[in-house]
């Protein structure tokens, strides 16, 4: 049985972009070491696109994309801060910063490796958490 969903709120640092998910209290992200991510801490939620409500900030979101193109990363464009995007691996989906959620909603949070190495297999354990 799935646990039952709670809405999460998050944004960036400067607060210009702000937004609710809905997923359960007990989480789990993943941990990827590309590049990008790697150098940045993102820590995965992957959500249906359903689920994310952009409160404000669609105007100070701005878009980068390397390699295939296919990620659409979004950053406030103000402080820099990446607190969700359109991933590669889920792009029916948003992969939501577990560190740009308010801490007090999650009660649990367990952290898997995603090896971009092995970025296939990665893929094929990750890829139902954009579906609803």
Do not use: W
């Not at 790697?38 to 689920?51: A, T």
């Not at 701005?62 to 590669?88: I, M, W």
């Not at 792009?91 to 577990?98: E, F, K, M, T």
């Amino acid at each position: 049985m799935a646990d039952a969903l709670v809405t999460h709120r998050g944004g960036c640092h400067c607060g210009a972009v702000a937004f609710e998910v809905d997923a359960p209290a007990r989480i789990t992200v993943s941990e990827c070491n590309c590049s990008i991510c790697h150098m940045s801490g993102f820590l995965h939620l992957i959500v249906p696109r359903s689920r994310l409500r952009l409160l404000r900030g669609a105007e100070a979101l701005e878009d980068y994309r390397f390699n295939t193109g296919t990620a659409q990363h979004l950053f406030c464009r103000r402080c820099g801060v990446k607190s969700f995007y359109v991933p590669r691996s889920n792009p029916d989906g948003y992969s939501v910063n577990l560190r740009c959620l308010d801490q007090s909603t999650i009660t649990e949070v367990t952290i898997e490796p995603f090896d971009d190495n092995d970025r296939e297999a990665s893929d094929a354990r990750i890829r139902d958490r954009s579906r609803a």
